[in-house]
């Protein structure tokens, strides 16, 4: 398994303004994963991360929005730009389990109100 | 793409009731997985389990990978099974990204 740690755990935020949101893993991991979870509803995936190359986004994201950093094996950041009160979700980062089996696990989230 | 569907969408149970939870998805999958969202909104694993029977504690799980579709059992259910249940899917051919159902809430009543 992989142990997550998500910052920050909640925040309030103005609208117009950015947030970015930090994943650490306790190990190695080649692929991580950024999603959305809207209130009420179900996880929608943002993007993909692996080291050393740009995220993949899925339709319905770009990068302007939510621009995606990868600089190492065990980190993650994910900014919400120019923030409006529709983005107002959750946000969690996933990871694949580092010892090769597909099973992925997620960290604590950040809750993300925008006023 | 790939379609995952949970049944029932709502349940309301008494302690020490049972409850069968469903998912049904619409192609072949290389990966299955169990979670349930507790109250603070973390997603906690329960089934890895693209095929066969697992069982842990109350809980077990049965994926037919053939006929697609999955079930996840709950036994003399307690309080602190309450949440959202979801079933989620790496779909054949996909990248290892996991495509989620809608979720089950889950209330149980003590």
């Known amino acids: 398994s992989a142990v997550i740690s998500q910052k920050p755990s909640r925040d309030i935020c103005q609208r117009g303004t950015s947030l970015t949101i930090q994943c650490q893993v306790d190990?190695?991991?080649?692929?991580m994963f950024w999603y959305r979870q809207q209130p009420g509803q179900s996880l929608t995936l943002i993007a993909t991360?692996?080291?050393?190359?740009?995220?993949?986004?899925e339709s319905g994201f770009v990068i302007d929005k939510f621009p995606i950093s990868r600089p190492n094996l065990t980190f993650s950041t994910l900014t919400v730009s120019n923030m409006s009160p529709e983005d107002s979700s959750i946000y969690l980062c996933?990871?694949?389990?580092?010892?090769?089996?597909?099973?992925?696990?997620f960290g604590p989230g950040t809750r993300l109100t925008v006023t | 793409g790939i379609q995952v569907e949970q049944s029932p969408p709502d349940l309301i149970l008494q302690e020490g009731a049972n409850s069968t939870l469903r998912c049904n998805f619409s192609d072949s999958v290389n990966n299955l997985q169990w979670f349930h969202q507790n109250p603070w909104g973390q997603l906690i694993n329960l089934f890895y389990i693209p095929s066969g029977t697992k069982q842990n504690g109350r809980l077990s799980a049965t994926t037919v990978a053939t006929e697609r579709y999955s079930l996840l059992y709950i036994s003399s259910s307690q309080t602190t099974d309450s949440g959202v249940y979801f079933c989620?899917?790496?779909?054949?051919?996909?990248?290892?990204?996991?495509?989620f159902g809608k979720g089950m809430k889950l209330t149980v009543n003590p």
């Open positions: 190990s190695q991991v080649t692929m």
């Open positions: 996933s990871v694949e389990d580092p010892s090769g089996i597909y099973e992925q696990y």
């Open positions: 989620a899917v790496d779909p054949q051919g996909g990248s290892e990204k996991l495509v």
């Open positions: 991360a692996n080291q050393g190359s740009e995220a993949t986004y």
